[in-house]
């Protein structure tokens, strides 16, 4: 007989140092989930996917077409795809490891015609207004963005949740329990002092708003980041919520 209340776990693929779960791992943690970080690039080995609830791949600079530079990325989105198509479970990607779902199964992910960076507007679509966990938020808001590449082409069987004006593929969900997100809602203040520190940030922010306009856009971000994290934890808890539920089931 298993368990009435079983315990849950989720499996967080990070890509960076300074790039972790941030508010999604301290929501994690307040519902009683159980996260444990794995490195690929550092060497790590991922633990067996069946003793985990819930898949998180988080953002980097990384691409998903560098396998030959980042090898580790062909192991990646191997467990990405068995997660998916063999065991069923809830996932979640934000930004690289949105693009890394898409790659996983099928899609194409390519350089954007224009970068965002900064807090951006992201509408979502009639469907996911009504479907968790998108139904739990705005139907606009503005995300944190940092991404020069983008899901161009939709693996078979997904479906567009959310865009902005520059992307046409800000989020995505395949099936009912896969979703990929293009914008970082689980950004925090320190998070954005961690990026500001990154020799790229000036650069991309210069590429996008002109120059000397790093330092302006990164206090505008954190001034304005209570009210998108307001938003992300409606997301995220509503995600949770599903794997909450599935265990219920299972129980």
Same mark, same amino acid.
């Given at each position: %007989?298993?368990?009435?209340?079983?315990?849950?776990?989720?499996?967080?693929?990070?890509?960076?140092?300074?790039?972790?779960?941030?508010?999604?791992?301290?929501?994690?943690?307040?519902?009683? /989930? &159980? !996260?444990?970080?794995?490195?690929?690039?550092?060497?790590?080995?991922?633990?067996?996917?069946?003793?985990?609830?819930?898949?998180?791949?988080?953002?980097? $600079?990384? @691409?998903? !077409?560098?396998? *030959?530079?980042?090898?580790?990325?062909?192991?990646?989105?191997?467990?990405?795809?068995?997660?998916?198509?063999?065991?069923?479970?809830?996932?979640?990607?934000?930004?690289?490891?949105?693009?890394?779902? +898409? @790659?996983?199964?099928?899609?194409?992910?390519?350089?954007?015609?224009?970068? &965002?960076?900064?807090?951006?507007?992201?509408?979502?679509?009639?469907? #996911?207004?009504?479907?968790?966990?998108?139904? #739990?938020?705005?139907?606009?808001?503005? !995300?944190?963005? !940092?991404?020069?590449?983008?899901?161009?082409?939709?693996?078979?069987?997904?479906?567009?949740?959310?865009?902005?004006? #520059?992307?046409? $593929?800000? +989020? %995505?969900?395949?099936? @009912?329990?896969?979703?990929?997100?293009?914008?970082?809602?689980?950004?925090?203040?320190?998070? /954005? &002092?961690?990026? +500001?520190?990154?020799?790229?940030? =000036?650069?991309?922010?210069?590429? $996008?708003?002109?120059?000397?306009?790093?330092?302006?856009?990164?206090?505008?971000?954190?001034?304005?980041?209570?009210?998108?994290? %307001? =938003?992300?934890?409606?997301?995220?808890?509503?995600?949770? *919520? %599903?794997?909450?539920?599935?265990?219920?089931? =299972?129980?």
């Amino acid at each position: %007989m298993k368990q009435a209340n079983p315990s849950r776990r989720a499996l967080v693929f990070q890509h960076m140092e300074s790039e972790g779960p941030g508010l999604l791992g301290t929501l994690m943690t307040r519902q009683g /989930i &159980e !996260w444990q970080a794995v490195h690929l690039y550092r060497g790590e080995t991922a633990p067996a996917l069946e003793g985990f609830d819930l898949l998180v791949v988080l953002g980097g $600079v990384q @691409d998903v !077409w560098q396998e *030959d530079e980042y090898p580790w990325l062909v192991e990646e989105k191997a467990a990405i795809r068995r997660w998916v198509k063999e065991l069923g479970r809830p996932y979640l990607g934000i930004c690289l490891g949105h693009q890394l779902l +898409a @790659d996983a199964l099928g899609g194409e992910v390519g350089l954007t015609e224009q970068m &965002e960076i900064g807090l951006c507007r992201v509408s979502a679509s009639r469907a #996911a207004q009504t479907f968790p966990p998108f139904s #739990a938020v705005a139907a606009d808001c503005h !995300w944190m963005q !940092w991404h020069g590449a983008e899901v161009k082409m939709l693996p078979p069987g997904a479906q567009v949740l959310a865009s902005s004006e #520059a992307c046409a $593929v800000q +989020a %995505m969900r395949v099936g @009912d329990l896969a979703f990929g997100l293009q914008f970082h809602a689980e950004v925090t203040p320190q998070s /954005i &002092e961690g990026w +500001a520190a990154l020799p790229g940030f =000036e650069t991309s922010v210069t590429r $996008v708003h002109g120059a000397g306009k790093a330092l302006v856009l990164k206090q505008d971000i954190i001034e304005r980041l209570p009210g998108v994290q %307001m =938003e992300a934890e409606k997301l995220f808890t509503a995600l949770l *919520d %599903m794997v909450h539920g599935r265990e219920a089931v =299972e129980a």
